[in-house]
């Protein structure tokens, strides 16, 4: 379907145009390991008891909009541009910033947050990213996953990026071919770089 059919179908009628399929992906090969090996991974956990699993994605746009398509999970987003309402799940997506989310979910709600290009796009600083770190570990449940995903570059992570910064998470290796350490470099032009992370326990934290 040609993009400018598939937006004009888009814009008369979104759930009609979910209903065909309709997708604006980015082709990027980061943006394809996302929507291809990590919510594979994702859709082979099992869901949490007497309930689906829950996911927050952090940030959206046209080519985000088939991703609740893609996931099993129920799929709930968060973005601080209004405009970017029209590409969430009616009812699921809110308006805000990543560095306040606890503000809008309840405590450990979320068994997945995936929060994928918003260092140096809108999230600029060390000091946001912490605070970013610690709602991400104020909504996600006891041992919920963190993906991070951010350009590798010292224009865009002027400053060093862990996800154990403030010894609120733990670096994981999942289950996916070809990913063997919690940071996975995709080696592509945007230098794009995956963490991934666990909640931890609160006793495990130090006081």
């Known amino acids: ?8 179908l888009f814009r008369l009628s ?4 979910a209903r065909c399929g ?4 980015l082709r990027a090969p980061n943006r394809q390991f996302l929507e291809q090996q990590i ?5 082979s956990l099992p869901a949490g008891p007497g309930r689906p699993g829950r996911c927050l994605f952090l940030g959206m746009g046209e080519y985000t909009w088939h991703y609740p398509r893609l996931l099993k999970a129920d799929f709930y987003s968060l973005d601080m541009d209004p405009a970017q ?3 969430g799940v009616p009812g699921r997506h809110l308006t805000g910033s990543a560095t306040e989310m606890a503000a809008f979910y309840e405590p450990g709600f979320f068994d997945v947050v995936v929060a994928n290009g ?12 912490e605070r970013m770190l610690a709602q991400c570990h104020a909504v996600l449940q006891p041992g919920g996953l963190l993906i ?16 154990d910064a403030l010894g609120l ?14 940071r996975h470099p995709m080696r592509d032009k945007y230098h794009h770089v995956f963490l991934f992370a666990q909640r931890r326990e609160p006793d495990a934290i130090a006081t």
């Not at 979104?14 to 145009?17: H, I, K, T, V």
Request: aromatic residues 16%; hydrophobic residues 40%; charged residues 10%.
């Open 85 to 87: 309402a029209q590409y």
């Open 39 to 43: 919510f594979g991974y994702l859709n």
């Open 1 to 8: 379907m040609k993009d400018a059919l598939k937006a004009g």
């Open 169 to 182: 998470f733990t670096p994981f290796v999942p289950p996916i071919p070809g990913v063997d350490q919690p």
């Open 148 to 163: 991070l995903g951010y350009n590798d570059t010292p224009e865009r992570a002027p400053f060093p990026v862990h996800v």
């Open 118 to 129: 918003l260092i140096g796009y809108g999230l600029n600083d060390q000091a946001g990213y």
């Open 22 to 25: 309709v997708q604006f992906p």
């Open 14 to 17: 979104p759930a009609l145009a």
